[in-house]
C-alpha cells in the first residue's frame, strides 16, 4: 500500500496529476470539486468542521435569543417586585411556575423563609444562613443555566484551526506524494491539490472566528446578568434580614 493509499488518495488523484487532467486554471475549480478531490482523511476533517460550524450558529441564534428573554424577564421581574406588592403575593403568584433568574432566587428564599418558620426557627442567625446558601443555590444554577453550551463554542474556537491545519498538512503531503509521481511542477499541476489542501484550513477559520467572537460577548453577558442577579440576593437577604429582627424584637416583647 502506497503513501497516498494510506491517507485515502486514489491511484486515479495521481493519474490525473500526471495527464495534467486535475482542475486546470478555469476548469472545474469549485470549492465543491476541490472537496471531492480531496483525500479521505481531509474530506473527514472538512465535514466535521463544517458541522461544527453549523452547530457554532445554531448555539450563537439560540443564546442570542435566551440572553435577550433573560433580561427582560429580570427587567419585568425588578418593576413588579419594587413596585411596593407585598412578597406574599409575589410568592404566591411564582411558585406554581418554573420561575428563571430573580424569580427563582426569590422562590428560593421565600421557600426556606416559610418553612423554617412553620417549623418554628428559633435562631435568627441560622435562618439567615439558611435563606442566603438556599439563595445561592439558586443563583449558581440560574448562572449555569446561562453559561450553558457555551464551552462547546470556546472548544471549537480553539480547536478548529489546529484541525483544520491537520487537514492541510495532510492533503500537501498526499499532493506532493501525487506531484512525485507525476514528475511536474507545472503549477497547473500543484495548484490544484494545494488549493483542496488550504479550504481545510479556511473551513477551520471559518468555524472558529465566529466561536471565538460569540463565546466572549455571551460571556460578557453572562457575567453581566449574573451580576445583576448576585446584586438582587444580596438587597433580598438586607430586607429579609431586617424582617427576622423585626419578629425576633415581636417575640422577645412578648
Not at 461544527?52 to 427587567?75: E, H, N, Y
Not at 484541525?163 to 490544484?192: C, E, H, W, Y
Amino acid at each position: 500500500m502506497t503513501g497516498m493509499e494510506i491517507f485515502g488518495i486514489a491511484p486515479a488523484y495521481a493519474q490525473e496529476v500526471a495527464t495534467g487532467t486535475l482542475a486546470t486554471a478555469g476548469e472545474r475549480v469549485t470549492l465543491l470539486a476541490l472537496f471531492w478531490q480531496a483525500g479521505l482523511v481531509v474530506k473527514i476533517v472538512m465535514i466535521g468542521l463544517l458541522l461544527a460550524s453549523i452547530w457554532t450558529w445554531a448555539i450563537i441564534f439560540d443564546k442570542m435569543l435566551a440572553f435577550a428573554r433573560a433580561r427582560r424577564q429580570l427587567d419585568r421581574f425588578e418593576k413588579v417586585f419594587w413596585s411596593g406588592q407585598s412578597l406574599e403575593e409575589l410568592y404566591r403568584s411564582l411558585a406554581d411556575r418554573n420561575p428563571t433568574g430573580m424569580g427563582a432566587i426569590f422562590v428560593a428564599a421565600m421557600r426556606e423563609w416559610k418553612k423554617s418558620f412553620e417549623r418554628g426557627a428559633s435562631s435568627p442567625i441560622g435562618l439567615q444562613m439558611r435563606i442566603e446558601k438556599a439563595m445561592d443555590v439558586a443563583l449558581a444554577r440560574e448562572s449555569e443555566r446561562l453559561e450553558g453550551r457555551l464551552m462547546f463554542l470556546a472548544t471549537v474556537g480553539s480547536s478548529s484551526p489546529f484541525i483544520g491545519l491537520f487537514g492541510t498538512v495532510v492533503g500537501i503531503m498526499t499532493s506532493f506524494q501525487a506531484i512525485a509521481g507525476s514528475k511536474s511542477t507545472n503549477l497547473a499541476v500543484v495548484a490544484p491539490g494545494i488549493a483542496e489542501a488550504l479550504l481545510a484550513t479556511a473551513l477551520g477559520l471559518l468555524a472558529a472566528i465566529p466561536a471565538v467572537v460569540a463565546y466572549n460577548k455571551f460571556s460578557t453577558d453572562a457575567a453581566k446578568i449574573t451580576a445583576r442577579m448576585e446584586g438582587f440576593a444580596d438587597e433580598f437577604a438586607a430586607i429579609l434580614s431586617r424582617q427576622i429582627d423585626e419578629k425576633t424584637r415581636a417575640r422577645a416583647a412578648e
